[in-house]
């Protein structure tokens, strides 16, 4: 299964805990799946994502240690993936799949 609505959650590395806390609600009120960052890189993230079969990767990354941008992340079936936009937080608009 490759689904377009269902999306990974993660940080960028060496989030803060408040970042980490944002990025996991925001997976949770999105139905998506939050991953620990941790050391993995992006392409970790985008084979994890593809072989779960998750097309997009959201990486909430910081700014003076409080969650401030997302950037996404199109993962391909052929395992390769893109930066696409990246958007402030506060314009962010949760929609429940």
Same mark, same amino acid.
């Given at each position: 299964?490759? /689904?377009? #609505?269902? !999306?990974?959650? =993660? =940080?960028?590395?060496?989030?803060?805990?408040?970042?980490? &806390?944002?990025?996991?609600? %925001?997976? #949770?009120? /999105?139905?998506?799946?939050?991953?620990? $960052?941790?050391? *993995? =890189?992006?392409?970790?993230?985008?084979?994890?994502? $593809?072989?779960?079969?998750?097309? $997009?990767?959201?990486? %909430?990354?910081? /700014?003076?240690? &409080?969650?401030?941008?997302?950037?996404?992340?199109?993962?391909?079936?052929?395992?390769?993936? *893109?930066? *696409?936009?990246?958007? *402030?937080?506060?314009?962010?608009?949760?929609?429940? !799949?």
């Amino acid at each position: 299964m490759y /689904s377009n #609505d269902i !999306l990974v959650w =993660t =940080t960028c590395r060496y989030a803060s805990l408040e970042t980490r &806390k944002k990025a996991q609600a %925001l997976a #949770d009120q /999105s139905k998506s799946k939050y991953v620990a $960052r941790g050391k *993995k =890189t992006i392409d970790e993230l985008a084979f994890f994502a $593809r072989r779960s079969g998750f097309a $997009r990767v959201m990486v %909430l990354e910081e /700014s003076e240690k &409080k969650p401030a941008l997302i950037r996404f992340i199109e993962i391909f079936p052929d395992g390769k993936w *893109k930066w *696409k936009e990246e958007i *402030k937080l506060e314009n962010y608009e949760v929609k429940n !799949l």
